[in-house]
């Protein structure tokens, strides 16, 4: 059973930074390709990055390149996002989610399975 919970978030202002975590309590988490989504208020829920169960491949929405960074610690139970160059736009709830197949690097909310409770990201600008 996956159970995720994620942390990290708060108020910043634009140009910050912030690292999310997201900590699963089971006992497979490396069996699992991690995501990060977003959902602003309004708006759907979007990609914003995903990572391979060994952290060997990474994939980015084109909105968040080059300032975010995707990793995992599997000794941890941890998958982190580390949000650099902050704007207001990245103001949303941020949640985790596990996708079952370990290799995958997907940016479709229905692959994965498992989803945290959420964070809240406001940026100011």
């Known amino acids: 059973q996956v159970q995720l919970v994620e942390s990290g978030g708060g108020l910043v202002q634009a140009g910050g930074s912030l690292r999310l975590s997201c900590t699963d309590s089971?006992?497979?988490?490396?069996?699992?390709?991690m995501g990060w989504f977003r959902q602003a208020p309004g708006k759907e829920r979007e990609f914003a990055a995903a990572?391979?169960?060994?952290?060997?491949?990474?994939h980015y929405a084109n909105s968040v390149k080059g300032r975010f960074t995707i990793s995992r610690d599997n000794a941890k139970n941890t998958v982190y996002l580390q949000m650099n160059s902050l704007k207001p736009e990245d103001t949303a709830v941020y949640y985790c989610?596990?996708?079952?197949?370990?290799?995958?690097?997907?940016?479709?909310?229905?692959?994965?399975?498992?989803w945290g409770q959420g964070t809240q990201v406001t940026v100011s600008s």
């Open positions: 989610a596990a996708d079952p197949t370990p290799q995958r690097v997907s940016d479709r909310p229905t692959r994965y399975n498992y």
């Open positions: 089971g006992r497979t988490f490396s069996s699992y390709a």
């Open positions: 990572i391979s169960w060994s952290g060997g491949v990474t």
